[in-house]
């Protein structure tokens, strides 16, 4: 068999038709894109990466990373304080 990117004879690929090599390569990449994003967006709670984000990358010099934001509902409809507030006592 023969890894799609590097065109390297493989006994044995992993997903995307990569040879252990490459994807180790990969992976380490994706790991280092992920600690750069946090280093740049990442705001404790208010915006979360995880260590499996996703990546999206084109041509452009750059990517998109999945990310948690936390949406604060405090005064709009969702808000639950207000729900809890509301509710009767006995």
């Known amino acids: 068999?023969?890894?799609?990117?590097c065109n390297q004879s493989a006994d044995a690929l992993a997903d995307g038709g990569i040879c252990e090599n490459c994807h180790t390569?990969?992976?380490?990449?994706?790991?280092?894109i992920i600690e750069?994003?946090?280093?740049q967006r990442e705001i404790e709670g208010p915006v979360e990466i995880d260590d499996n984000a996703l990546l999206s990358?084109?041509?452009d010099n750059g990517c998109?990373?999945?990310a948690w934001v936390w949406v604060d509902f405090?005064?709009?409809k969702f808000d639950k304080q207000k729900e809890q507030d509301n509710e009767p006592t006995e």
Do not use: D, H, I
């Open 64 to 66: 998109y990373v999945t």
């Open 74 to 76: 405090t005064r709009t």
């Open 36 to 39: 750069l994003a946090r280093e």
């Open 1 to 5: 068999m023969l890894c799609s990117k």
């Open 57 to 59: 990358e084109g041509n």
């Open 25 to 32: 390569q990969a992976e380490e990449r994706r790991r280092e």
